[in-house]
């Protein structure tokens, strides 16, 4: 194998979940040197048999996965590939269930349609944690096929029902007649989110579910923004429950009838405490995750695990402490019994079968009265790239002993620098993965003192950049 001298290999760069990139630039040369670097590497480590192949609702992705395919086939290995576009947590699944030897989806996740992306996946099921990802990036060569007749098999198949039926299974939640409304954004989790919830017994009212590789001219993301049209069905009383996914339907946004978009910070503590209903175990999140679901877990007796933002690192730590449940305030949720990685598709599943529980809403107002009220926001202070390390090295001297008026109680170096008050309160500095930015977050008891929080944090870094 060599490097193709008119494919630019250095285009090619595996970040927090795999590679994306516009269309100009995410190619199918360039693809099919992904191919061959995980082909690769799947055989320096001993692997053999089948390697799923899924994509999203984009309309290049089958294009790409096509070529996937052709690459894996000839360096010996069977691939496996969906019907159609299938959810990325359902093809995850699939590599756990089977014991393949790992799965490569295409998907740009929440980016827009000019966008497109791969994504490894484990034979675990799990995130691809950095040691993969440098070994394709060592890897990335063009095809040298093996002779046709070692070639391996081609199989097509509805990998949707054998999830479906687990995710019934796992969940056992009886929604007979929960007023249901879902939102696909347009993406891969139509026709597999909402039929979930109506195999159980919810009724289901759909919007968005028509398949659109344009997204309907906009971005694929389960934000606030884009829930517009489902926050007005469930506010108006047509709903007790509003789930949206992101494009691939691997994270989850929660509308209810009381806040409407609900912060996915208080979902993740809303879930947590419902789950605590019948099993035990601690909790992982991320360092920008909301303190409140450790308010939770310490009502119950449960430990927290904070690591760095990227949910591969939630997978890695729920595997270390055997946890109950893993998230990031990002809308990522993850079941380790499910899958150790998260999925947008049973977490809508889990939520309708808490809301049949007791309403989400109230459940909130429960945690709320009991824990106090948090608050949390965030700013971003431009910072090119190639000053981003430099600037955390001045950070780290810089830090102050008080912040807003508090005294620094302590700091978290696990991802940038996450400074705790002695009130409670906490701001964090750490760099944006995707832009150049540093983030600065902040959580306290009201808005006014998160806003407070914001200024002092900016104040803090914009000298240093």
Known sequence: MTHDADVDAGAIAFGTDGWRATLDVFTTPRVRMVGQAVATTLSERGATGTVAIGYDARETSPGFADDLAEVLRANGFDVLLPERDTPTPVVAWTVKDRDLAGALQI?????PPEYNGVKFIPGDGSPALPDWTAAFEENLAVLDPLPEEEWGERAEEDLVAPYRE???????ADLDGLPVAYDALYGSGRGVTDDLLAAAGADVTRLNCEQDPEFGGGSPEPSAENSAGLVEHVCDGDAALGVINDGDADR??????????????????AMYDFLLEDASGDVVRTVSTSSIVDRVAEAHGQAVHEVAVGFKWVAEAMADHDALFGGEESGGFGLPAHLRNKDGVIMALAAAAAEREEPLDERVDRLLAEHGEIHQDRISVDCPDDRKAAVLEDLEVALPDALAGVAVDGVNTVDGFKIRLEDGTWVLVRPSGTEPKLRVYAEAGSDERVDDLL???????EPLV
């Open 107 to 111: 998907t740009a996740s929440h980016n």
């Open 252 to 269: 989850i946004g929660i509308v209810t009838p009381e806040r409407g978009y609900l912060d996915p910070n208080l979902f993740f503590a």
């Open 455 to 461: 200024d002092a944090g900016r104040d803090l870094v």
């Open 166 to 172: 687990h995710a019934l299974s796992f969940v056992d």
